[in-house]
């Protein structure tokens, strides 16, 4: 009956809310996680505040998207950054900024262009751009774009993830497209700077140093273990588990130098 019709429609559409909450607080928390790692060959991220991480693409080219006609602004314009980007070059690679975010009160994932240049192939304008707060330049910027990967939204929530974003920017930016855009850099630091047990240098057994680069490999370790396995080198997980290993074996060794050195001497 009516009754029972509506019931299951509300119930529905909670359920649906509740996918969405979810799907953007997972989302939100893989941001976080990207935001803090070093190492990838074609691109690096930092976070500005919990909701946002911002993109850097390296040799990259202008590439086409499209604009979300009914999209929303960014929190953070370009007008608040501390340098404004420059106008891109089609003809030489360059590096390319994008901003993701997943603000709650827009209720999904958004990508904006925060170089300008690119080639957008709908040319509407949404109403907001014409305030000030984001009248920062006119080479169209601060544009929200139309990802293939995020189509699924709101329906398939839970299956999109910061990487699926990562790897279609990437690929339409670079020229060629790399076959896994998520690749590490191991001959550039500070994958490079890892030092390794077989190596036949002296290790300078600076605790803080070595620390830092445990934690490093320690979180790419967690996010390739997440990484669906068609994304990754084939030996990348394991070559990250034999640094971790290595970086252990030099951190115990600077613990136990520390243990073993004379106490320094105390001011009488």
């Not at 314009?77 to 003809?91: F, N, V």
């Not at 030092?195 to 390739?224: G, M, N, W, Y």
């Not at 990250?240 to 115990?252: G, K, N, P």
Request: glycine share 2%; aromatic share 8%; with cysteine.
């Amino acid at each position: 009956n009516r009754e029972q019709f509506l019931n299951q429609r509300m119930t529905n559409a909670h359920a649906s809310q509740q996918a969405i909450s979810q799907g953007l607080e997972v989302f939100t928390h893989e941001c976080i996680q990207m935001g803090t790692l070093r190492g990838f060959k074609h691109f690096r991220c930092h976070l500005r505040g919990r909701e946002e991480m911002v993109l850097t693409i390296f040799n990259a080219f202008p590439a086409a998207f499209d604009v979300i006609d009914d999209g929303h602004p960014p929190a953070s314009p370009c007008k608040g950054d501390i340098t404004e980007p420059e106008l891109l070059d089609e003809t030489k690679p360059t590096n390319i900024e994008f901003l993701v975010a997943a603000y709650v009160q827009y209720g999904r994932p958004m990508v904006w262009v925060r170089t300008p240049g690119m080639r957008l192939t709908k040319q509407e304008v949404p109403s907001w751009r014409n305030n000030t707060r984001y009248k920062t330049s006119p080479h169209r910027i601060d544009l929200p774009l139309r990802l293939q990967c995020m189509e699924s939204w709101p329906h398939q929530p839970m299956q999109i993830h910061v990487w699926d974003v990562l790897i279609e920017l990437t690929s339409r930016c670079l020229q060629p497209a790399p076959a896994l855009p998520l690749s590490l850099a191991w001959n550039t630091a500070p994958l490079a700077d890892i030092p390794k047990r077989d190596s036949q240098e002296e290790v300078a057994c600076d605790t803080l140093p070595l620390t830092q680069h445990l934690l490093l490999t320690a979180a790419l370790i967690t996010f390739f273990q997440k990484l669906p396995q068609e994304h990754a080198e084939p030996d990348e997980l394991q070559k990250l588990c034999c640094a971790h290993f290595d970086l252990l074996h030099f951190v115990q060794k600077a613990n136990q130098q520390d243990r073993a050195a004379p106490p320094s001497d105390q001011p009488q």
